[in-house]
């Protein structure tokens, strides 16, 4: 393992167990997708605020493996405040990025980067991508 693998790892675990804006809100405004992945027990619910084309908040409930969990508590930092567009390019660039598929590099994923090598395990690809296929989903977006 190189030191790099090291950090990305610490910093997943990290995140598994401080996830960041965890627990849903009982709100209306809020759009909600829940996606769970039979294969690994991953049980993903993310919701969002939208307000005049930006995020305003972004929270999740995640219950599952670590790499699932973290990614989701990601997400959740790098998605609030964006504009929905931007957001929208982030997800599908982190996506193809773990899915071992042209991605944009100068895109700054910022933590997310640390999931960049899920895509040497395929059966982590869908761990790490659930939570940002359901952020995309409360957006509208397949
Ligand atoms: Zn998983």
Redesign the pocket.
Known sequence: MTNLDNLYREIIMEHYKNPRNKGLLDDPRYTKIRIK?PS???DITVQTLVEKGIIKDCRQEAT??S??VASASVLTEIMINKPVDEAIRLAENFLNMVSNKEYDETLDLEEAEVFGGVKQFPA?I??ASIAWVAFKDTLGKE
């Open positions: 992945n690994c027990g991953d599952g493996c790499i699932s982590r869908k761990c």
